[in-house]
């Protein structure tokens, strides 16, 4: 967090500054019209479900995976070009890709969740990262894209470590799972949930399903 060339913030996590969300404070016309009405904030206007812009970075990111990267291209600098940018792509990158949803879907999609579905979706494609990084989906929790990017952007996880009260503050390769919860586990009576690889109770041994039909089959033969 700056001020020009002066940091403000070293550490957001424990650390927050008030500053106005214009992009998600949307004002309803038709309640703000309202006779009698007591508020005039707004901010209660319906919502999109699905804009362009990210239909276009969709589809820009099979193409990159379907090795069309002139139509990935395309897709991006479509956006670009309908924000009015001044510099446009001659080629992209699975990371100009990511790059331009951060600026475009800024505050309206779960980070997190996007890089671990395109770190899934990377691995699947067996196309490079603009590291020159690949991926395995069996293997995610020992590196993916999403853990690469915090290593090559992140100033705090990548080279912090911070203790407070206890707890520290690092980011792992299998953090791009969450564990399962120890009363989820507890409570399935009839077989051992497998707990996500790198968290506590982690066991290699414990037979998990690799199919819905394998599944049913278990529960109907155990009545669960």
């Known amino acids: 967090m700056y001020n020009g060339s002066t940091l403000l913030c070293t550490d957001t996590i424990r650390s927050w500054f008030d500053w106005p969300h214009y992009k998600i404070y949307i004002d309803d016309p038709v309640f703000l019209a309202t006779p ?3 508020r005039n904030d707004g901010g209660a206007a319906d ?4 804009r362009l812009a990210e239909t276009y970075l969709l589809r820009a990111e099979a193409n990159f995976y379907k090795g069309n990267i002139a139509q990935a291209t395309a897709d991006v600098n479509a956006v670009r070009t309908r924000a009015q940018c001044s510099q446009l792509y001659a080629t992209v990158t ?17 980070r997190h969740m996007e890089l671990s579905r395109i770190s899934y979706s990377l691995a699947l494609s067996g196309k490079s990262d603009e590291w020159g990084n ?4 069996n293997s995610l ?3 993916s894209y999403w853990y690469q990017r915090i290593q090559h ?8 470590n ?3 009260r206890g707890r520290n503050y690092v980011i792992a390769p299998h953090n791009i ?3 399962i919860p120890q009363a989820a586990i507890d409570a399935n009576l009839y077989a051992r949930l497998r707990q996500t690889p790198g968290y506590n109770g982690y066991n290699a041994n414990a037979e998990i399903w690799t199919n819905w039909q394998d599944a049913v089959a278990d529960e109907n033969t155990t009545g669960n």
């Open 36 to 38: 009698g009405s007591n």
């Open 153 to 160: 952007y992140n100033d705090y996880y990548n080279k912090n």
């Open 141 to 143: 929790s020992d590196n």
């Open 134 to 137: 690949t991926y395995n989906v």
């Open 94 to 110: 699975i990371g100009d890709i990511v790059n331009e949803r951060a600026r475009e879907l800024y505050m309206e999609e779960w």
């Open 177 to 179: 799972y969450w564990p």
């Open 162 to 164: 911070v203790t407070v």
């Open 47 to 50: 919502w999109y479900c699905y």
